[in-house]
């Protein structure tokens, strides 16, 4: 069968390598007319006015305060308000990111008031979040911010994208830098877009161009983990590679996505899932191309991809590789990466803008290639670097890579940019700041080896350029603090995340061995048979969700101890599961299966059922009253309560049963939720805290998280009901269809009540905050409850 090529791609590729050719022969016509140096260093002496200054002792006590503070995401951005540099900080970075993303002049009288608008927005939202202490990346804020654009269901969808990215990154493989680029991509798709529209464009407009943005944006950055990253690593065996770049490749070629077929090794899942995801986003941005431009994506993207195949077939140990094989694939994966973002969403570009893209890419690649060279030289890549290092000794043609790099900083700003001031400011900001952080991460003495190894021959240049790494100062940028806060709180949340899968596992393991109730060998009983009924009920596949947050609060929040608790957890877990057992009953929800089992009167009948859930009921009584390890007052305090929360629970459940049938309203069902689970929520974290003795602000915060979690989670179980997986539930979806009853799905429709139960998490966050005491399990558990398949 004969495929019909959409574009030419040897002729593609080779115009493009002309190009780069040409380029890479203008910068090294520059190294041998050794021009640069003369020109970096007047502009360095002019530059250096404003980032060298004589300290004080004081101010170099506040310099040190700083750094420190710097570690810290937002406390650094306070400290640059506090200080009033937070402006200029936001300016230079803004700017680097006008003309590395957006490939803008920035001598543009349009382009610097566009660059002091977003200025003045990015500083009020961190002034704002600043005084409210939320992280600006928290899932929270972005939710509320999404909500403020009428696109949050766009970022519903794109939390959901990420976490099925995230679990589905294979070992070998960096998780967290894999989310990062994904997140630079659609930011950077997102920043385009922004800066296309201005005031007057209609909310709705705006919303439509933001959704398309994000999308477009995630379908183009799922490249990076799973073409680019994927065949770095080196996962997959020599077939399967060769298999997997041919589709690509002929993916690109032909404008059509292949079928998978039978995959010929044992990354059959992986790349089955992969091949389905990439599928869909590259499906989804061929449709928002016009046909007129789609010939040019499919060319610039073939060339991006087929770059980067040249680039990373280079074995290290081949001694023959030329100047112009080293640095011409790194030129055009450079540029042609940034012109396929501009590409992906067909916006009009400015004049110069194909150019100045072009020519800066090599600059960020430069760059990024000496941040990571001892991270390549180990894993064997072929950089500018890395070569040098390998053969300097044995080939003096070869060009310095470091010198390359500043030869590209000199004529980017004096034959790219004309001069322009503010551009020699940001870029020489940019390059010094590259050379601290490098430092920070290796240490003074590395440090100095690795400039001894690519120092350049004019030692004047050399010793200015390491003066100004000594001693300048506000060179940082925005985009570089966010990289660092990024992959901290991605590597932060995996680990927490895997710490409360493990609790979660852990603890379940022992509240399942503590809870079956053994013969009462002290009471003549014919049968054993409602024993044996609660028993049935109780070891059944239960999340323990309840005595899990009781346990996790008492030890983990409270610092009780695990044994003197126990009586507690056994009596939340009784309790619960008498309420399941009412619940399943005829005369209430009719249920034929729980947890994965048939109910408990379809295995007995339906008195033994009603008196096993009486039976637990007294149970859990007992069991509470057995805390002989807490003062007898702070007992009957919990007894109490604990008798007011299933009064209350009761009253629910009759509430809920007389409105089967009928329409209830949001506030109906917000009640109804509230009872059936968010008091049960509440009854765990209270209970704990009324043992520990805690104050009542705190319990105040709890019932507040506690309220909010529990509708949230009700929602949740609402929508699994219309779209979860049976074999994950462990009972059948439809029920509250079937039974006629009003959910938030039936009342609000699958969209509403997905905002609706976001709007709750988004409350239950803030009520976190309010509670004086840091315990990662309580925001996990609201990541589990609004992601959770069952």
């Known amino acids: 069968m004969t495929v019909e090529l959409m574009i030419n791609a040897e002729l593609c590729y080779r115009q493009a390598e002309e190009k780069a050719e040409q380029y890479f022969q203008t910068l090294n016509n520059e190294i041998e007319k050794k021009t640069y140096a003369k020109a970096l260093m007047e502009d360095i002496h002019s530059w250096k006015h404003n980032h060298i200054r004589h300290h004080s002792l004081l101010s170099m006590f506040s310099n040190r305060e700083k750094r420190a503070s710097s570690k810290g995401y937002q406390s650094y951005l306070q400290w640059l308000e506090h200080t009033g540099k937070l402006e200029n900080y936001l300016d230079r970075s803004i700017s680097y990111l006008y003309m590395r993303d957006l490939g803008k002049s920035l001598n543009s009288v349009e382009t610097q008031a566009s660059i002091s608008r977003t200025v003045n927005s990015w500083k009020e939202s961190i002034l704002l979040n600043g005084e ?18 009428g696109i949050e269901l766009t970022m519903i969808w794109l939390i959901g994208k990420l976490k099925t990215v995230s679990e589905n990154i294979p070992e070998g493989m960096e998780a967290e830098h894999a989310q990062r680029k994904l997140i630079k991509i659609i930011a950077g798709v997102l920043m385009h877009v922004l800066e296309e529209m201005d005031d007057k464009q209609p909310s709705k407009e705006r919303s439509r161009k933001l959704v398309e943005a994000i999308r477009l944006g995630y379908c183009y950055g799922l490249t990076y983990p799973f073409i680019d990253d994927l065949l770095d690593a080196k996962l997959l065996s020599d077939e399967e590679t060769k298999r997997y770049t041919d589709l690509i490749r002929t993916t690109l070629t032909t404008g059509t996505v292949p079928e998978l077929g039978v995959w010929p090794g044992k990354h059959e899942p992986l790349i089955r899932f992969i091949h ?50 080293l640095y011409v694939p790194v030129i055009l994966k450079s540029s042609s990466s940034r012109l396929i973002a501009r590409s992906v969403l067909d916006a009009p570009q400015d004049e110069g803008f194909s150019d100045r893209t072009f020519y800066y890419g090599i600059y960020n690649q430069l760059a990024d290639d000496f941040a990571d060279i001892f991270d390549d030289l180990k894993d064997g890549a072929v950089t500018p670097y890395t070569y040098y290092m390998k053969y300097k000794g044995v080939r003096s043609d070869l060009i310095n890579p470091f010198e390359m790099y500043w030869t590209v900083i000199y004529y980017l700003i004096h034959k790219v940019f004309q001069s322009d001031k503010k551009t020699c400011e940001v870029i020489l900001d940019r390059a010094i700041n590259g050379l601290k952080r490098f430092k920070e991460k290796m240490g003074t003495k590395k440090y100095k080896e690795v400039m001894e190894m690519f120092a350049t021959e004019n030692q004047m240049f050399n010793r200015l350029i390491q003066k100004m790494v000594r001693k300048a100062d506000d060179v940082d940028f925005f985009d570089k603090l966010l990289r660092d806060h990024i992959i901290t709180s991605l590597r932060n949340e995996r680990k927490e995340q895997e710490e409360f899968l493990n609790t979660i596992d852990e603890f379940r393991d022992e509240i399942n061995h503590i809870l079956p109730i053994a013969p009462n060998k002290d009471i003549a009983v014919s049968n054993q048979s409602i024993i044996e009924a609660a028993n049935y009920s109780l070891k059944g596949d239960g999340k323990r969700l309840r005595s899990i947050m009781a346990l996790v609060m008492g030890v983990q929040g409270f610092g009780l101890s695990k044994e003197s608790i126990v009586p507690l957890l056994k009596s939340l877990e009784y309790l619960h599961t008498a309420s399941l057992i009412f619940d399943d009953l005829p005369s209430q929800d009719n249920s034929d299966t729980r947890r994965g089992r048939p109910t408990l009167h379809h295995v007995y009948d339906m008195a033994v059922a009603e008196i096993t859930g009486l039976f637990l009921t007294q149970k859990a009584i ?51 939720s509230m009872y059936k689970t968010g008091l049960a929520f509440e009854a765990s974290l209270i209970m704990p805290a009324i043992l520990a003795e805690a104050k009542e ?7 507040k998280y506690a309220h909010h979690a529990g509708i949230a989670f009700q929602i949740k179980d609402d929508l699994l009901d219309v779209e979860g997986d049976v074999n994950l539930l462990g009972k059948p979806t439809g029920q509250d269809t079937g039974n006629n009853n009003s959910t938030f799905v039936s009342i ?29 399990f309580l925001k996990h558990l609201l990541n589990y409850i609004v992601n959770r398949d069952h």
């Open 132 to 149: 409210n202490e939320n992280d600006l990346l928290g899932m929270a804020v972005l939710y509320r911010k999404a909500r403020e654009e």
């Open 276 to 325: 389905q995801e990439l599928g869909d986003a590259f499906e989804y941005i061929k449709a928002h191309q016009r046909p007129e431009s789609l010939t040019v994506f499919f060319e610039q993207s073939y060339v991006f991809f087929q770059s980067q195949e040249v680039d990373r077939l280079r074995e290290l140990s081949y001694a023959a590789y030329t100047n112009k094989d």
């Open 622 to 672: 007992e069991e509470q009253a057995s805390l002989y390890a807490y003062k007898p007052q702070t007992v009957l305090k919990l007894i109490h309560y604990s008798a007011q929360m299933t009064e209350i629970m009761c009253q629910g459940q009759a509430m809920d049963l007389g409105s089967k049938g009928k329409y209830l309203s949001l506030d109906d069902l917000n009640h109804l």
């Open 697 to 703: 602000p705190e319990m105040v915060a709890l019932k």
């Open 748 to 776: 609000l429709g699958k969209d509403n009540a997905k905002r609706e139960m976001w709007e709750h998490y988004c409350q239950a966050t803030e009520a976190l905050q309010e509670i004086p005491r840091n315990i990662p």
